[in-house]
């Protein structure tokens, strides 16, 4: 079995996220494996483990696409796991939105070849849009499902459990397929000692636009479907209205609460 599972590099969530340059792209100095990704991957190592592992022929391959430092997300996927990594980079794609990312994806999964399961987090902890997976499927042609809390193989079909805020819905798809999954599928695991010392040995295929075959004005700030026109930095918090009581606290508090008008 074949899966790819997709992987990003984001802003560590401990520090103050900043925008850089005229197209306000994301300063990723102080950037991590996305955590939601984390499960995906822990997903994938669990279907290859359950049929026999890379010993019988399964692959874990983590895909990223960013910057040189997002070949860092790539290492810690093969830390903890995975079979070998693949990194598309160019300076093209800077500026990608989802649409331009998901174009990219497409063509290295396709580039790829023989993929039986693509796996993804149910967002990227920078963006959060979750719109990825969606387009990405649509862009190469797979059955999709979206926000998975369970993920069974059997053959050629996986099934899904959806989880709602008041109902849970089963959905079975043929593959090859795109699943996105929650982090409620599992608990990823740690890399260890072990595992840290045999990423070094596994392989990272580095990829440009032209290896995949994408245009590079079909990506970046050109193949964008959106544009951010304008940002500033939030303005700092405000100290909050203290009542005291003196008798009349409650009377306080609902004239407050009417004149914000959440009553």
């Given at each position: 079995m074949k899966i790819v599972v997709l992987v990003k590099h984001v802003p560590d969530a401990q520090f103050d996220r900043h925008l850089n340059g005229e197209g306000h792209t994301t300063d990723r100095d102080e950037s991590i494996l996305s955590e939601l990704d984390e499960y995906a991957l822990e997903a994938a190592l669990q279907l290859a483990e359950a049929r026999g592992g890379s010993k019988a022929g399964n692959q874990v391959i983590a895909l990223s696409?960013?910057?040189?430092?997002?070949?860092?997300?790539?290492?810690?996927?093969?830390?903890?796991?995975?079979t070998e990594g693949v990194h598309v980079t160019d300076d093209a794609l800077a500026g990608s939105d989802a649409a331009a990312t998901s174009l990219a994806l497409a063509a290295a999964v396709r580039h790829l070849g023989g993929v039986d399961l693509v796996l993804t987090g149910m967002a990227s902890t920078d963006g959060e849009t979750s719109l990825v997976p969606a387009q990405l499927a649509e862009r190469l042609g797979l059955p999709q499902v979206t926000f998975a809390s369970t993920l069974q193989v059997d053959g050629g079909r996986l099934t899904a459990r959806r989880d709602a805020d008041t109902y849970s819905e089963t959905v079975e798809a043929?593959?090859?397929?795109?699943?996105?999954?929650?982090?409620?599928?599992?608990?990823?695991?740690y890399p260890n000692f072990k595992g840290i010392i045999a990423a070094k040995r596994k392989s990272i295929t580095t990829l440009s636009l032209s290896d995949i075959g994408v245009d590079p004005a079909q990506v970046g700030f050109a193949g964008s479907w959106t544009a951010i026109t304008s940002a500033e930095q939030r303005p700092p918090r405000t100290a909050g209205t203290i009542i005291t009581d003196e008798g009349d606290a409650g009377i306080k508090l609902v004239d407050f609460l009417a004149a914000q008008k959440l009553l």
């Open positions: 696409m960013g910057p040189a430092g997002a070949v860092n997300a790539v290492k810690k996927s093969l830390q903890m796991g995975a043929p593959l090859p397929a795109v699943v996105s999954v929650t982090d409620q599928i599992n608990e990823p695991r």
